[in-house]
């Protein structure tokens, strides 16, 4: 590992630059404050500085355009590469269009079409290349030196990061009582900004940093001082499901950031699911993973005023409805009951009035198929069901148990 310094590789003067730079291309996102997370975690305030509701929907417009604006009038001419599943490539596409520079990026066959139709929206060029991303990162390398395109790293680029780091400087203005930042962790590239303008501001502020628990390498990094590489990552935060730090990002976060801390899928889909229903906004699950932090033990931010990063919004909604009602499971509002019912279809109307009479709503009902162990002269029906908390739900189970028509067989509450 080479002995730079953070200070070689970005500096709050960098990060100032940048900030004049992209002012007037990037939204200045608000910091919502939260008495909800502050009340659950503790906190004396708690704000989340929300860059979902940045333009493209992630912060990674800032770094991508701050990057691609300083190239030189003959690379932009050329044209640029990059390789990204997710909102890399929609912060380079919207960056190049502005600039008016060709844009082309390679993703991973798996890549949804939605994703792979909103770049293009932006006016990139989209090439389906490779099995997984290190596959598209690869093509996007070799390509770049055939066409010769200059390939803008996700986070691993002195631009980017600083870019990225005018997410502090905002912060730094908008919330200047700040003790403790929580940012999620990818690659690195948005911490290492956020944190060389705040440490560099006030060394007291506190940078913690959060990564799924399935894609957990910069902890480790740190611990022995080497980068360490994951050969498999397992989180549905596909945000955030980077193998490693890089060197830069390493040589800041070694310097910069306090204390790295993972948190579960389960915990972020909760998180998620609060910050839909409590701060009314939509997150992805990268962008929970610091409120998702903030509620478990791994941080203490007792007394503290606390800022969480929420960083990206793309997700769609089919998706975020299945990540809430996991969510609201996770918090006893929602439960999965099997009944047998002796009439089909007319036994099923004890179900629904019974439910909607203590007050809760009926999410789903569906037949299911009979198993050789079931009753033949009975019908299996699965219903969904939304509650006040776990007694709530336990009291309509118990009503639909106790109906002569039907019995509950099984149930799934938190
Ligand atoms: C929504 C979201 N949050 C956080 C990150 C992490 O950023 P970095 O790779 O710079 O650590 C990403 C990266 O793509 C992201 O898309």
Do not use: C
């Amino acid at each position: 590992m080479s002995d730079r310094k953070a200070l070689d590789i970005v500096t709050a003067d960098a990060v100032a630059a940048a900030h004049d730079r992209i002012e007037a291309i990037v939204h200045r996102t608000p910091v919502d404050s939260s008495t909800t997370f502050a009340d659950m975690s503790g906190a004396s305030s708690v704000g989340l500085k929300l860059e979902n509701m940045q333009r493209t929907g992630s912060f990674k417009i800032r770094g991508a355009y701050n990057t691609m604006a300083q190239l030189s009038e003959q690379t932009k001419d050329r044209g640029v590469i990059a390789s990204s599943a997710g909102n890399h490539a929609q912060g380079v596409a919207l960056a190049g269009d502005i600039l008016g520079i060709d844009t082309t990026i390679v993703v991973p066959e798996v890549t949804p079409a939605a994703k792979i139709e909103a770049t293009r929206g932006y006016g990139a060029e989209v090439i389906v290349e490779g099995k997984i991303y290190e596959h598209s990162y690869e093509y996007a390398l070799e390509l770049a030196e055939e066409m010769e395109l200059e390939f803008i790293h996700p986070f691993n680029d002195e631009g980017v990061i600083a870019g990225q780091g005018t997410v502090g400087k905002e912060l730094i203005e908008q919330y200047p009582t700040l003790d403790t930042v929580v940012v999620s962790i990818g690659g690195g590239g948005l911490i290492s900004g956020i944190a060389t303008v705040l440490k560099q501001h006030d060394p007291s502020i506190r940078v913690i940093g959060v990564q799924p628990a399935g894609a957990y390498h910069a902890k480790p990094s740190l611990k022995r001082d080497e980068i360490r590489e994951l050969s498999e990552i397992d989180t549905v935060a596909e945000g955030i499901a980077d193998t490693r730090l890089l060197e830069k990002t390493f040589t800041v976060i070694r310097e910069y950031v306090d204390d790295v801390v993972s948190v579960s899928d389960l915990e972020m889909s909760v998180a998620l699911t609060l910050l839909a229903e409590r701060a009314k906004t939509v997150v992805e699950t990268a962008g929970a993973a610091p409120v998702a932090a903030l509620l478990s033990d791994a941080v203490d931010v007792r007394g503290e005023h606390v800022a969480a990063v929420v960083s990206g919004g793309n997700v769609n909604l089919t998706e975020h409805g299945e990540l809430t009602r996991t969510g609201l499971m996770h918090l006893g509002r929602y439960a999965e009951v099997e009944i047998a019912v002796d009439n089909w279809p007319t036994g099923v109307s004890a179900v629904t009035t019974t439910t909607e009479s203590q007050g809760a709503e009926l999410d789903v009902l569906e037949r299911t198929r009979r198993t050789a162990q079931d009753d033949p002269n009975r019908t299996p029906i699965r219903v969904g069901i939304e509650g006040s908390g776990t007694e709530h739900l336990q009291s309509v189970i118990d009503a639909l148990d106790s109906l002569d028509e039907l019995s509950v067989t099984s149930h799934t509450l938190a």
